[in-house]
């Protein structure tokens, strides 16, 4: 048993967290979360700790933590006994050792997506000079002897360099490359060292974040790395982690430390997979949303989680990647795209980039699907956009079984009248069920009949006439209807089922969606079918079923072949402004042409959202 200690003041616990190995001491009564978030220790949560979403999980190995009645709900009586608890409910009253399970940082993301061709036009470029020494008849400043070499570009020098300029010149015989972005003189290099011009491309997700690595020469990507948001410890959705700033000062802070950490990781993580010196990387596009933005800048986000949600800047310019806490060349840019509003941040405006919503006559529909879902309709002259609040049921984030899309997640469902079949992301033993496992498993439970229009499992006894050999998987856990997909034998420790609660939750999230694309179709005086084209953009829309998602409602009833997976859009816009500057001007223009639609403020919203619970017959 662990020591017990009591200092002068407040009685404090001492908490040892495995397999971190890490001590820390807390004020007696706190959380096992709060005391883990404080210390920087990772514990799996989709709610940031508030009790709803059981997926803070640990092991009280040594020590006495009561059973609490959320606990009941998350574990079996043989998982009580052995100790699991939810961090959130389990209250540090003495010493503890407390076993964490590792948290997934590498879930299963889109790299690539659906974009456009551009012309190769990078902002940065190189010069190698061989300049003339200095004399007595040629007293020239360095700086005039640089900038009069490259005599076809007017060029402002960035004020950094002032310091190292003579020391460069001097020390390589003045044979130097000259780096510039835009009009700016940014860097004065030893040599030769025109083959070296790297970018990085990030999409800053709330959940996933992913960097490219771009050669500017060539145009091509070096490396591509994902990893999870370091903040999810703090909530699954903005609103969570907005609500933390609100509620503890202190959190802002380590927000923006944990987004800085995510952004340093995966740049080391491409940057060596691609041979390359991370001062050679001299510029990086980031795409996110305006929440996620705000809080890497490490602005106050607390104007955009109440009414009227007003940001702090559409369009923050002037920035440097260190001011997102990128280690790369330290004068080295960043372009940060803009943001329309609060909830269709700069991520939309890349995406819209890449799919060339402005350019296309088509009448096409955006819909990038998560805890906010953002949708942008284009009938080839008008654009406009309106922000969903689907909620964390597409991320498995409030499901039952719930897990991220990672290696032993159910990520595809496929039921017969006699078998059900799934695929297991890593094909191992299923742990869980991610988010396109569920619109799956819920699409084939409708069309089979199990669920009906309301969402309601059918009775045993109609299950038992019409698809007996399913029928036994109809049950109940804990008092509450559910469909098991894999049944607890053999490696599989429990079972692995859909239940009623799930179907609500997947229900309320595509009803929000639903009633979001409905009312900008509204809007331009559309109807459903006149839709061309439905680009399902980011990591779900990827991996998620075209016909999933109409048998369910998500999306418009139309021909499958219209139902496009567009990938990591907004990755790929991203890309598209580092290597074409002219690309950042059409950015801009998208900020200004589409209008926004605020679903809140909308007197038919309700009504249009209940319409749109039931499932399509």
């Not at 010069?127 to 005599?151: F, G, H, K, T």
């Not at 199990?450 to 309601?456: Q, T």
């Not at 953009?537 to 990827?542: D, K, L, M």
Request: proline residues 6%.
């Amino acid at each position: 048993m662990l020591e017990h200690e009591i200092e002068n003041g407040p009685s404090r616990v001492r908490l040892r967290f495995t397999p971190s190995d890490k001590d820390v001491r807390v004020p007696a009564g706190v959380s096992v979360f709060d005391a883990a978030s404080w210390n920087g220790i990772a514990i799996d949560s989709t709610c940031g700790g508030h009790g709803t979403c059981k997926k803070c999980k640990i092991r009280v190995v040594e020590g006495n933590v009561p059973v609490q009645r959320l606990d009941g709900r998350a574990f079996d009586t043989e998982q009580l006994r052995q100790g699991w608890r939810l961090a959130c409910t389990a209250l540090a009253n003495e010493d503890l050792l407390i076993e964490v399970p590792p948290l997934t940082t590498r879930p299963k993301a889109a790299t690539v997506g659906v974009g456009r061709q551009v012309i190769l036009r990078p902002a940065v470029q190189k010069r190698y000079l061989e300049l003339e020494s200095p004399s007595l008849s040629d007293q020239r400043s360095d700086v005039d002897r640089v900038l009069q070499a490259i005599d076809d570009l007017e060029l402002r020098v960035d004020p950094g360099l002032l310091r190292e300029i003579g020391g460069v010149l001097r020390g390589n015989s003045f044979a130097v490359t000259a780096v510039i972005v835009d009009d700016e003189l940014i860097a004065v290099e030893p040599g030769d060292t025109t083959p070296a011009q790297y970018a990085l491309a990030f999409d800053l997700g709330t959940t996933t974040v992913v960097a490219t690595l771009l050669d500017l020469i060539t145009g091509t990507p070096v490396a591509v790395h994902s990893m999870l948001n370091k903040q999810q410890p703090f909530g699954a959705d903005v609103i969570s982690r907005i609500s933390a700033t609100m509620l503890d000062p202190s959190a802002l802070g380590r927000l923006q430390a944990l987004a800085h950490e995510t952004l340093n990781e995966l740049t080391a993580d491409a940057c060596a997979e691609g041979g390359v010196l991370p001062e050679n990387v001299y510029e990086v596009a980031l795409a996110g949303n305006a929440t996620m933005v705000a809080l890497a800048l490490g602005i106050d986000p607390e104007p955009m989680g109440v009414a009227p949600f007003v940001l702090v800047s559409h369009a923050p310019s002037g920035m440097l990647a260190k001011d997102l806490g990128i280690q790369v060349h330290p004068r080295a840019r960043a372009v940060i795209f803009p943001a329309l509003g609060a909830y269709v941040g700069g991520d939309i405006i890349a995406g819209a980039l890449a799919t060339g919503m402005d350019r296309d006559k088509r009448l096409r529909l955006f819909i990038d699907i998560g805890t906010n879902c953002e949708i942008v309709l284009s009938d080839g002259d008008r654009l406009v956009a309106t922000a969903a609040p689907a909620g964390p049921a597409f991320e498995a984030g409030s499901i039952r079984c719930g897990v991220r899309a990672a290696s032993g997640a159910i990520e595809v469902v496929r039921l017969t009248e006699s078998s059900v079949e799934i695929e297991v992301i890593g094909q191992t033993t299923p742990v869980g069920i991610c988010g396109s496992g569920l619109v799956d498993a819920v699409s084939e439970l409708t069309r089979l009949g199990l669920l009906d229009s309301s969402g309601r499992f059918v009775s045993s006894e109609v299950a038992a006439e019409r698809w007996p050999h399913l029928a036994e998987r109809l049950s109940e856990v804990a008092g509450e209807r559910v469909f098991i997909l894999a049944p607890a034998e053999g490696e599989v420790d429990r079972p692995i089922f859909v239940s009623q609660r799930d179907v609500r939750e997947l229900q309320f999230a595509k009803a929000a969606i639903s009633t979001g694309w409905t009312l900008l179709l509204a809007e331009l005086g559309l109807d459903p079918s006149d839709v061309q084209q439905v680009l399902l953009a980011g990591s779900f829309g990827t991996y998620l079923s075209p016909i999933s998602a109409i048998r369910i409602g998500l999306v418009p009833k139309l021909p499958v072949m219209r139902i496009v997976s567009a990938g990591n859009v907004a990755g790929e816009g991203a890309k598209m402004v580092l290597l074409s500057a002219p690309e950042r001007h059409g950015a801009a223009a998208l900020l200004t042409e589409i209008r926004y639609v605020e679903l809140s403020d909308r007197t038919d919203f309700n009504d249009r959202f209940v319409e749109q619970l039931a499932f399509p017959s």
